[in-house]
């Protein structure tokens, strides 16, 4: 019940087209309850001595056929109009979860497959359309068809009436016991299929591993446990409508037997005339009719509260990253960053950052080196508000980020990404993804700050070439430095490199450095990097490790403190110099 509440306030814009539906349902039931009373009265006329009249039989063929042309157009007014409610509805139902899902922080899809949010938002929602568009509109209609027909069944013969009474109870029960026993079976069912469509997600964006790595064999047994599953679940689901729907039609076909049997014995012996036997057999057919479409409902309604079920658990789930009451937007300010005593865990047994503390002043170069997973990318995400510090304060000119609004912060950085996404569009669409005012001009002069308009200009289409899913035409060079010109376009205060030089040729990590280089004064940025040439002209550099800051200061002070920077530079170098060597013999 308080699933269906939620369901009906959330469609309440759609009310309107809904109580037409409803109107529609109400007068076809209505007029389902003429036919048997007109074939009852000409009966009974036809029972007289006088029998009966061509101007009544016209009377009647006339009532008859506007009775089944009012019908007609009830019936299309409730079934359009209930499709109409449902297909606007579960539309605005699947962009809520979508919007849903990009409110809540990265913590939040840490253990989420994305072929299972997709399921959430598409097929689950596409559930609630069934119950919409058909269950409650059948329900509806159902009830009341059979409220009409028990009201006449009384009015002809209320003995008989309630003897006909007697199966509905068992049908009660059985309907009551199939829905206890399948529910659970719908639930798991659309858990299933949400895996199903989460494995097949990760393997057709990870086809090119699989085949690398001749995984084939493995990911088909993979996939075949899960379609197999799949089918075994829907099979059992079936099996009990199987079972469940003929018991129910032969509880209801008992009803008919009653009346033949207590209605003929009644009419032989003078108790009830022929006519209303006969009307009562045709109410009858609509009464018990209604009560096993109602018990097939109870397939349909379970498998949409089941989708309901999973799409409030989307809806339910609390960001642990949110907007204090009142935050203020932050204005366009000089990129100042500090952090101030910061410590973060993702889990609670697993600390990342220790008591983090450093600044960064207008136009400075920050650069985060030290040895994979000490936390680099991490306060990176912190600064992005992609998560909350448990203990400090992250500031951007002066404020806490905390108290300010996830927009405007977010306003005020660019990021490259060391795993680069471009979306399946043109180069240039990529490129203004930030900036979608932006004009051509203003594309391709980032292009060529990023060292990018040269490679750019080979493509077929120049500009308008189509990249493809997460840009597969590209190479990670070219990719890499599309992120960097969509980060030039945005033209923000502050600008995060994260292993924006990791996946490149020498050749083109010349170029992307180059293209830092004619950034740096121009607006704050953080440089996270494993090849320490990269940050040679930071303004100051920040070794971490396990977590703290364990050194800081410019390229040739820490090389004076021949600390961890200075071994790491050092092994750096000496690895450098034997692949040179190695290419020279190679050569000679």
């Not at 389902?32 to 006088?50: C, D, K, Q, Y």
């Not at 609670?348 to 936390?375: C, K, N, R, W, Y």
Request: aromatic share 8%; proline share 3%.
């Amino acid at each position: 019940m308080n699933l269906t509440k939620r369901l009906i306030l959330m469609a309440r814009k759609h009310w309107g087209v809904l109580l037409v539906s409803i109107l529609g349902i109400v007068g076809a039931a209505a007029l389902n309850l003429v036919t048997p009373e007109i074939v009852r009265r000409l009966t009974g006329s036809l029972e007289t001595p006088g029998g009966i009249s061509v101007n009544l039989l016209w009377i009647y063929a006339g009532i008859l056929t506007g009775a089944y042309l009012l019908r007609a157009v009830c019936r299309f007014l409730s079934m359009s109009m209930s499709h109409v409610a449902a297909w606007r509805f579960v539309s605005e139902l699947t962009l809520r979860v979508y919007d849903k899902l990009q409110s809540l922080s990265m913590k939040y899809f840490q253990d989420k497959q994305t072929g299972q949010l997709m399921s959430r938002m598409i097929n689950d929602t596409r559930q609630i359309e069934i119950l919409v568009a058909h269950a409650l509109p059948d329900l509806v209609s159902n009830v009341l068809v059979i409220i009409g027909v028990a009201v006449m069944l009384f009015v002809i013969n209320p003995k008989l009436a309630l003897l006909t009474l007697i199966p509905v109870p068992f049908v009660i029960w059985a309907s009551t016991f199939f829905s206890k026993k399948v529910a659970p079976l719908f639930r798991i069912n659309q858990q299933v299929l949400g895996e199903l469509n989460g494995v097949t997600q990760d393997n057709l964006s990870g086809m090119k591993e699989i085949q690398a790595f001749g995984q084939e064999p493995r990911e088909h047994k993979k996939m075949d446990g899960y379609r197999e599953l799949y089918a075994r679940v829907n099979i059992k689901a079936n099996f009990a409508n199987a079972f469940f729907h003929p018991g129910v039609e032969f509880l209801t076909s008992m009803g008919t037997v009653i009346v033949v049997g207590m209605g003929g014995y009644l009419a032989m012996g003078g108790a009830m005339s022929v006519s209303d036997v006969v009307g009562f057999v045709m109410y009858l057919s609509l009464f018990y009719q209604p009560l096993a479409i109602l018990a097939r409902l109870v397939e349909d309604v379970q498998a949409s509260y089941a989708g309901a079920v999973r799409i409030f658990e989307v809806l339910d789930a609390e960001s642990d990253v949110t907007e204090a009451p009142g935050a203020a937007a932050l204005p366009r300010g000089k990129g100042e960053i500090e952090f101030r005593d910061v410590s973060f865990r993702y889990q609670q047994e697993e600390p990342v950052l220790d008591h983090i503390s450093f600044s960064a002043h207008s136009g400075q170069m920050i650069a985060l080196v030290g040895p994979t997973g000490v936390g680099k990318t991490t306060i990176v995400s912190l600064l992005e508000r992609f998560y909350d510090p448990q203990d400090g304060q992250v500031l951007v000119d002066g404020q806490d980020i905390r108290g300010v609004t996830l927009a405007s912060l977010r306003d005020q950085i660019s990021m490259v990404l060391q795993d680069v996404f471009l979306f399946n569009g043109t180069i240039a669409e990529n490129i203004a993804y930030g900036a979608q005012d932006a004009t051509r001009e203003q594309i391709e002069a980032a292009a060529r700050i990023a060292h990018a308009e040269e490679f750019i200009l080979q493509m077929p289409k120049g500009y308008d070439t189509v990249v493809g899913e997460r840009g597969v035409r590209l190479s990670g060079g070219q990719k890499q430095r599309l992120s960097i010109a969509r980060a030039v376009l945005r033209d923000t205060p502050i600008l995060i490199l994260d292993e924006a030089t990791s996946a490149v040729d020498t050749e083109t990590e010349a170029e992307i450095q180059e293209a830092i280089e004619q950034l740096a004064g121009s607006r704050t940025m953080i440089v996270i990097a494993h090849r320490l040439s990269t940050v040679m002209r930071a303004d100051q550099i920040l070794v971490l490790e396990s977590g703290q800051i364990v050194e800081r200061g410019t390229h040739d002070e820490l090389m004076r403190q021949n600390g961890l920077f200075a071994r790491l530079s050092r092994i750096q170098w000496q690895s450098a110099e034997k692949q040179v060597a190695n290419y020279a013999s190679m050569g000679a």
